[in-house]
């Protein structure tokens, strides 16, 4: 079975300062998609980027990036040029490719603050 | 605009009640999941509608009845539930396989109160 490891349960960043949100996983199949999602306190689940694990190119979407190490199975997110919008709970998330209904596995979560 | 959209947003139900929170999507996703999620934690797994099919049942206690009745609903029937039960109740939708880019869309959620 997959499992997704944050280790980190808070963190809190200096506005307009970078951030990174750790996350480790293990699995032992070798195609998959790794996800961080984001919650804030208006609860719904978006989606902050995605990595599918055939790709080597780090996934970057506007000020966010990640840094994944397929065989560390890390799978990091960075966040550049902090704004207090980006204060939330952040899961990062694994999914199987094959099967049809493959389930989202998530991580514990890390709630990350940003200070004014 | 949410495409998963969910109904209501709050339930607040005695423990003898039956009630039903409902889950729409026009994405033409074939995977429906139910997850449950208490605060500050990460959404816990329930049920899985594959092409409109029960796929996986994470052992959930039987107060708790899903229904696919078309590709585009998800329901989850609520009876004689208790106080432990209160929590958001996320539905999610997918693309199949190795169709689409592989997330999960969510709703918004139904905030679930058990008296």
């Known amino acids: 079975a997959q499992t997704v490891t944050q280790s980190q349960p808070e963190m809190s960043v200096q506005e307009a300062e970078t951030v990174t949100l750790s996350c480790t996983y293990d699995?032992?199949?070798?195609?998959?998609?790794l996800f961080w999602y984001k919650q804030p306190p208006s609860r719904q689940m978006i989606l902050v980027i995605r990595?599918?694990?055939?790709?080597?190119q780090n996934a970057t979407e506007n000020r966010f990036s990640v840094n994944f190490q397929k065989a560390a199975k890390s799978f990091s997110l960075k966040i550049s040029d902090s704004q207090l919008g980006d204060a939330a709970m952040y899961f990062c998330a694994y999914r199987s490719v094959t099967g049809a209904n493959s389930k989202l596995t998530f991580g514990k979560g890390i709630t990350l603050s940003v200070r004014p | 605009d949410t495409e998963v959209t969910q109904t209501p947003k709050h339930l607040v139900m005695g423990m003898t009640n039956k009630k039903s929170l409902k889950c729409e999507q026009h994405?033409?996703?074939?995977?429906m999941y139910w997850y449950k999620q208490k605060a500050k934690k990460p959404p816990e797994l329930m049920f899985v509608y594959s092409y409109e099919k029960l796929s996986i049942n994470e052992s959930v206690p039987s107060r708790f009845s899903p229904e696919c009745p078309n590709s585009s609903l998800l329901n989850l029937h609520l009876h004689a539930l208790q106080p432990e039960d209160s929590a958001l109740y996320l539905c999610?939708?997918?693309?199949?396989?190795?169709?689409?880019?592989?997330?999960?869309?969510f709703g918004e959620g139904s905030r679930l109160t058990v008296l």
């Open positions: 990595q599918e694990a055939y790709k080597q």
């Open positions: 999610a939708t997918a693309a199949s396989g190795y169709q689409g880019t592989g997330e999960l869309f």
């Open positions: 994405m033409g996703h074939r995977a």
């Open positions: 699995t032992s199949e070798s195609d998959y998609y």
